[in-house]
């Protein structure tokens, strides 16, 4: 965690004495503990995490990289390090602070600091948390083994006359059972002709019939880290349409994991998918982006879009999931994310993805 925080002084603006990081994601990353309180006040020669009550144990007994203290006034405490530490100017989380709580601490602050409300310090955060270490890299593939055991599981639980919502909790269940500290995000669970709808809400009334696709998009989180993979299946024998439509998805995805690697963009990688399903005629279904960051967000930087202009990095975990929605008959889309590196890339899913046929 120490070179967490060296990296990110070192990536801040010289005059910026100090960095103030108070939202629960950014403060766990560079504490490596969980909270839903507390301020993170960072100077280049010392840290400190000023902490409530309900927290001080747990943050005593576990932080290691800050001097942990008890809040009691918090600005007149962040004002004495301020003196202490002949700080004067604050970088603030730009892309996470409220504009009531910048008013606040302009408000009990501003006598005695000034503030750097550009995007310094959210951008610094950013550099640092999309190049993934050893240490979350192993949390994010444990993350996902959890999700692919709880795929394998419902492959045998999904059959016709099941509803949407049986899987989506069946599959939620599973994955808490296997020791996920929560889901990634809310379980995708469709059938039928909801499956063209890419974050359809599962229903407790639609059930699956003989001959529809059945659409899941689903993740596990260990200790902060998200998982993230979809897979679409077909009960009983698929259309010839339907067999089309999986295998252009497929190959499309193929063709841009083949492409990923450090230094191309993400507008190229998503191009690498999306020229292919426009070429096979199906140009307007596919109507997101081909990928997102995943870490301790489901969703951050770098993405794959046609708007992505920034390059991959070697250590960055991005999605590759093209898909094909065609209204009123079916959807596909296949999900896979991926370690990026200097030559290619290292998948991180390992469940199949041919055509499985329940």
Sequence with gaps: MNDRIERLMALLPCDADCALISSDINRRYFT???????????????????????????????????????????????????????AKRIALESMELTLSKYEQLREKLGDTAEFDSSNALSKAIYACRTVKDSSEIEKIRSAQRIAEEAFSH??????????????????????????????????????????????????ANRKVQKGDFVLMDFGAVIDGYHSDMTRTVAVGNPSEEMERVYNIVLEAQEMALAAVRAGITGQRLDAVAREHIANAGYGENFGHSLGHGVGMEIHEYPGASPNS????????????????????????????????????CENLTLAPKNMIIL
């Excluded at 020669?45 to 943050?59: N, P, Q, V």
């Excluded at 909790?169 to 039928?192: C, H, N, V, W, Y």
């Design 32 to 86: 490596g503990m969980l909270s839903s309180a507390g301020t993170l006040l960072v100077f280049r020669e010392k840290s400190y995490l000023i902490i409530d009550f309900r927290y001080i144990e747990k943050a005593r007994n576990t932080v290691r990289n800050c001097e942990v203290i008890l809040q009691e006034e918090l600005y007149s405490q962040i004002k004495k390090l301020l003196a202490k530490h002949s």
């Design 154 to 203: 419902i492959l045998g639980f999904i059959r016709e006359g099941v509803t949407e919502r049986d899987i989506q909790l069946e599959l939620d269940f599973k994955m808490q059972r296997l020791g996920a500290e929560e889901l990634s995000f809310p379980t995708i669970a469709l059938t039928g002709t909801s499956t063209s709808m890419p974050h359809g809400v599962p229903s």
């Design 309 to 344: 202009t920034p390059v991959l990095r070697s250590g960055n975990v991005v999605t590759v999931e093209p898909g094909i929605y065609l209204p009123g008959k079916f959807g596909v889309r296949i999900e896979d994310f991926v370690l990026v590196t200097d030559n290619g």
